[in-house]
């Protein structure tokens, strides 16, 4: 049996996450023997949000394929590099006004992969639905792809399983972000696609989110603002690898990574 192997990476935070990744990320794909690397970046600039920098640290460092999510947007400047990359995705549910594409189809091992950054519209933004923006994106590319590949980056974990379970057997691979907490739910669904609720991040472990543990719990207790800076500390990058079977383009094997 001929497969192809996928890894997603879950939300880099900052720039010690972006550094990690340009550091470890090549030797991790040579490890764990992966086609193709998938990488949520939404937060890997120096001030929060991508930037330039951070999005070609990530594509250098070994990412194939960048989405992102609700924060975007935070630099404003990246509205025009996004425009004219074809490897950074922000989410396709986002007006058509918006800058940059919502997906994109790349070559793996010879295969055309589908890649749909979509973000949840639970506790979120109202934005278009993620299940009638993923049907319309999946039926308009039909016959132009071999399978698909969805990051979900979404906050309730009933909208992630849920998005599953309405696309297994119609997408390869269905992943979610946002939390950056690693769930213990990894699986393939009887109809053969690969799922985990939320991937996690690529951050310092030992922090809240990624960021600075003693600012974040001076902010719950004092309910006042402050700085979101990154935690400092051991980088973990956290994941899933996904096994596909290339005579049907079903998931195998799903397995939750975390390296240190």
Not at 31 to 59: F, H, M, P, R
Not at 121 to 129: A, N, Y
Not at 176 to 181: E, F, K, P, Q, Y
């Amino acid at each position: 049996m001929s497969e192809i192997r996928i890894l997603a990476i879950g939300d880099v935070v900052g720039e010690s996450g972006s550094a990690k990744i340009r550091q470890t990320l090549w030797n991790i794909r040579k490890e764990l023997k992966v086609d193709t690397v998938i990488v949520n970046g939404e937060n890997s600039g120096a001030k929060g949000g991508i930037d330039k920098n951070s999005a070609e640290l990530l594509l250098a460092g070994g990412a194939d394929v960048i989405t992102t999510g609700n924060h975007v947007w935070q630099i404003r400047q990246f509205a025009d590099y996004l425009e004219n990359s074809m490897s950074v995705l922000r989410p396709a549910n986002y007006p058509t006004s918006c800058p940059g594409r919502g997906y994109g189809i790349y070559d793996v091992c010879g295969y055309k992969m589908l890649v749909i950054s979509l973000q949840g519209t639970v506790f979120m933004d109202s934005l278009d639905s993620p299940f009638l923006k993923a049907e319309a994106i999946l039926e308009r590319e039909k016959g132009s792809y071999d399978f698909a590949v969805v990051d979900l980056h979404a906050e309730a974990t009933s909208e992630k399983i849920a998005f599953g379970l309405a696309f297994d057997g119609k997408v390869s691979v269905i992943f979610g972000t946002h939390t950056h907490i690693q769930t213990n739910d990894a699986r393939v669904f009887d109809g053969g696609t690969g799922y985990v609720t939320d991937i996690g991040m690529t951050g310092v472990y030992d922090s809240v989110l990624g960021l600075d543990p003693e600012l974040m719990i001076k902010k719950f207790f004092t309910k006042m603002p402050q700085y979101h800076n990154t935690a400092k500390g051991e980088v973990t990058i956290s994941g899933a690898v996904f096994t596909l079977d290339t005579s049907t383009f079903k998931c195998t094997r799903v397995e939750l990574i975390n390296i240190k």
